[in-house]
């Protein structure tokens, strides 16, 4: 079974610009969550998809968006670049066990902003 | 705002030592979840304590949910090598709203 995709693993940009990140979760798995892991906050959540609605969203600007497609594959859209936004931005699918809520983790794309 | 907490921080043990990692929070999870994360790659599930009270074993590992779900333990016994890397908690909100990580204890084990 394949695991969580995650396309492009590395990327530079410079400041001003924007970039959209790619995520293909487990088959079958119609949640889709994003997170930003940096050393200093750790991972903090984006927002969430499911069905192709954001459920939940974090405490990010709104120059962080998303969407979600029927197929279940999501994108992540980040406007306007900054230099704290270089992080490892990671997707995480769940079968939405409301009990115990496992995530499966993709191995992350990392932005470097210059 | 549900927040975790998570000691220490920072570990560097020898190879064949005991250790334990602590996450504290002030609020009530469902569940509370434990993954790895090794360099470059994202946190892997090692489990999920839904019960207060509840202990579950892993191998080496073990984990311990609060009798009040508000906290974890994590106990590995004997360390090797390969249990190096960032131990993560995270909790489920009771209505299920999005799932907290603490920031995470990175832990190196020198052979």
């Known amino acids: 079974k394949a695991g969580v995709t995650q396309t492009p693993r590395y990327l530079i940009k410079t400041r001003g610009q924007q970039v959209t990140l790619s995520c293909s979760p487990i088959?079958?798995?119609?949640?889709v969550s994003w997170y930003q892991q940096t050393p200093g906050q750790g991972l903090q959540f984006l927002f969430e998809?499911?069905?192709?609605?954001?459920?939940n969203k974090g405490n990010f600007p709104g120059r962080f968006s998303g969407r979600q497609f029927s197929n279940s594959r999501s994108e992540m859209n980040v406007s306007t670049l900054e230099l704290g936004d270089s992080a490892l931005y990671l997707c995480?699918?769940?079968?939405?066990?409301?009990?115990?809520?496992?995530?499966?983790f993709g191995e992350g794309s990392r932005l470097t902003v210059l | 705002t549900q927040l975790l907490e998570q000691s220490p921080q920072f570990l560097s043990i020898q190879e064949g030592e005991n250790l334990t990692v602590y996450c504290n929070s002030s609020s009530v999870f469902s569940s509370l979840q434990w993954y790895r994360q090794e360099p470059g790659e994202g946190p892997v599930l090692l489990v999920t304590v839904v019960t207060g009270g509840e202990v579950k074993k892993l191998k080496r590992l073990t984990f311990q949910f609060g009798d009040a779900r508000k906290d974890s333990s994590l106990h590995i016994t004997a360390a090797q090598p390969g249990d190096t890397g960032l131990y993560l908690c995270a909790g489920v909100g009771t209505s299920y709203d999005k799932v907290i990580f603490g920031p995470g204890t990175s832990l190196s084990v020198i052979p």
């Open positions: 995480a699918s769940s079968l939405v066990d409301r009990n115990t809520g496992e995530l499966f």
């Open positions: 998809y499911f069905s192709e609605t954001q459920r």
């Open positions: 088959s079958g798995h119609r949640s």
